[in-house]
């Protein structure tokens, strides 16, 4: 099956600063590509997804890009504020027809030092 | 509003005895998935269903039981809880779309200790 795995396990920022966020699967027929946001206590949200026919995506300051070659993909964060402070996680899923699922990686802890 | 609620939010329990946990969404989505959480181990998948009385094992099944009656709700039962389960059960909802990755959407969660 699907191996998704996330490097570092713990980032920590400067205010102000970017943070670049990688990701690996194992998968070439992986498909859907969606980066989840976690904070302290709260449940799991989608920040961005990308699929496998774009090599980038943005929304305002976070943008994720695919290298389907290299079967990895990162998340970028641009002017990183206190409140980007959370776990990430990112998830890679097969697509067949109506059904997918999803594989999450062990996520990473951001932290954004004020 | 649509939503995905969780049901208890907090349960303590002792070893052996059964326990279910609930899930219920006014998405009407067909697809419904049950996660649990623990430190350094990120999401995993227990069970998934695709729709009404389908369901699937995912990575950490064991011990765990799913059923599907109806497209609203996917109750998970842990049939003879272990200290091993202790964790935080996360259960989210899709749409069903052909060929495209769909967005999961989350529950609350419910913390569960197993004494």
């Known amino acids: 099956g699907e191996n998704v795995e996330q490097h570092p396990s713990t980032l920590s920022v400067q205010e102000g600063d970017s943070a670049v966020i990688k990701c690996t699967y194992s998968d070439s027929a992986s498909n859907y590509f969606p980066w989840y946001k976690q904070e302290l206590g709260k449940r799991p949200q989608l920040i961005i997804d990308?699929?496998?026919?774009?090599g980038e995506k943005k929304d305002q300051r976070i943008a994720v890009t695919l290298n389907k070659t290299a079967k990895h993909f990162s998340l970028h964060i641009t002017e990183t504020q206190p409140e980007d402070s959370a776990v990430y996680f990112c998830?890679?899923?097969?697509?067949?027809?109506?059904?997918?699922?999803?594989?999450f990686g062990k996520g990473i802890t951001l932290s954004v030092r004020p | 509003d649509a939503e995905i609620t969780q049901s208890p939010r907090h349960k303590i329990t002792e070893t052996g005895r059964q326990v279910t946990l609930a899930c219920h969404q006014t998405?009407?989505?067909?697809?419904m998935f049950w996660y649990r959480q623990d430190l350094g181990h990120g999401l995993r998948l227990i069970h998934y269903s695709y729709g009404v009385h389908d369901t699937n094992k995912g990575e950490v099944s064991d011990g765990y039981s799913v059923s599907r009656s109806n497209t609203e709700d996917l109750p998970l039962t842990l049939e003879s809880a272990a200290s091993s389960q202790t964790s935080v059960y996360f259960c989210?909802?899709?749409?069903?779309?052909?060929?495209?990755?769909?967005?999961?959407?989350f529950g609350p969660g419910t913390r569960l200790l197993v004494l």
């Open positions: 998405w009407n989505h067909n697809n």
């Open positions: 989210a909802s899709s749409r069903r779309r052909t060929g495209i990755g769909e967005t999961q959407y």
């Open positions: 998830a890679a899923s097969i697509v067949t027809g109506a059904n997918s699922k999803l594989t």
């Open positions: 990308i699929r496998s026919n774009v």
